[in-house]
C-alpha cells in the first residue's frame, strides 16, 4: 500500500487503484445464512453513495459525531469508510443523545430516538435489503442510499491528526488509525497482499475493528468477516477456512 495514506480513507483510495476487483471484504451471517463478497470497487462505490448522503442530504460537516449502533457487519464497515471520507468522528456504541447523527440497526431504534439529529436505520437484510415498513423517525439507508453519486468529493480536505473513531470508549486520529492497523498487521498474521483473514470478533473494539476492517485494508488484504460464527459447527468452519483460501485467523 501507498506510505503516504494518512486516512483511512486514503487506504482504501490506494486499495482501489492497485487492484480494483480483488476481493475485499466477504460477509458471513451464520444466523441467517447470508454470504456478501464484496470487491474493493463494489466496497468502494457503497462507501462513496454513504459518504454523499452523509456529506449532503444529512449536513455531515468534518468533526461532527456520527454514532454507529451496528454490529459487526459488511454494511458497518462501509459506514466507517464513509465517516472517514468526510471528516467525521464514527462514535461505535456511542451515546446518541451525543451525537450529530445516529445510524442503528433494527436492534437499537429505541436507543437511537434519543439523537437529536438525523436519524439513519439499517434493517442489515441480505443486499442491502430495505424494512418492509420503514422505521417512523428515521430515514431508511436502503432507500436513500442508491440514488446517491457514486462520485465523491469532499468540500473541505479530511486532517489526519483530527479525530476519526470512538470505541469502547478510547479516541483516535485517521492518522492514528491507520498508524495502528499498519503496526498490529503482522500480529494478526497478515504479510501482506493475497493474505486472507477470517475475522469472528465483534465491532465494538478496536482488536474487532482492526482484524475486521483497518488492518486487512491497510496491508492489501482481505478479511472474511463472520457475524454469528459462535453458531457455526466447527466441520463447517473448517470447510469455511478451506473454500474462502484462509490464511490467517481472529476469533
Known amino acids: ?10 487506504l482504501l483510495r490506494s486499495a482501489l487503484a492497485a487492484d480494483p476487483a480483488r476481493p475485499l471484504v466477504t460477509f458471513y451471517d451464520d444466523a441467517t445464512g447470508e454470504r456478501v463478497e464484496l470487491s474493493v470497487a463494489t466496497f468502494a462505490n457503497w462507501v462513496a453513495k454513504t459518504a454523499n448522503l452523509l456529506q449532503g442530504e444529512l449536513s455531515v460537516e468534518p468533526g461532527d459525531r456520527v454514532a454507529l449502533l451496528l454490529p459487526g457487519h459488511w454494511q458497518t464497515a462501509v459506514w466507517l469508510l464513509a465517516c472517514a471520507s468526510v471528516g467525521a468522528v464514527a462514535d461505535v456504541a456511542g451515546e446518541p443523545g451525543a451525537a450529530d447523527v445516529v445510524v442503528s440497526g433494527p436492534d437499537s431504534l429505541e436507543a437511537a430516538r434519543t439523537c437529536s439529529g438525523e436519524r439513519v436505520a439499517l434493517a442489515l437484510r441480505p443486499l442491502g435489503g430495505r424494512f418492509p415498513q420503514p422505521p417512523e423517525g428515521f430515514l431508511d439507508y436502503a432507500v436513500e442510499v442508491p440514488g ?8 473541505a480536505p479530511v ?3 483530527e479525530p476519526a473513531l470512538i470505541v469502547a470508549g478510547r479516541e483516535f486520529s485517521g492518522a492514528e488509525v491507520v498508524e495502528r492497523a499498519r503496526a498490529e498487521a503482522a500480529g494478526l498474521g ?4 493475497g493474505s486472507r483473514l477470517l475475522s469472528g470478533r465483534p465491532y465494538d473494539t478496536w482488536e474487532g475493528l482492526a ?3 483497518y488492518s486487512p485494508l491497510a496491508t492489501g488484504a482481505s478479511v472474511v468477516l463472520c457475524r454469528n460464527l459462535d453458531v457455526l459447527p466447527e466441520e463447517r468452519l473448517t470447510q469455511r477456512l478451506e473454500a474462502e483460501r484462509v490464511t490467517a485467523t481472529a476469533r
Open 148 to 155: 446517491q453519486s457514486d462520485l465523491f468529493r469532499p468540500y
Open 211 to 213: 482484524a475486521g476492517l
Open 159 to 161: 486532517d489526519p491528526e
Open 190 to 193: 497478515l504479510t501482506g497482499p
Open 1 to 10: 500500500m501507498n506510505a503516504t495514506d494518512r486516512t483511512p480513507a486514503d
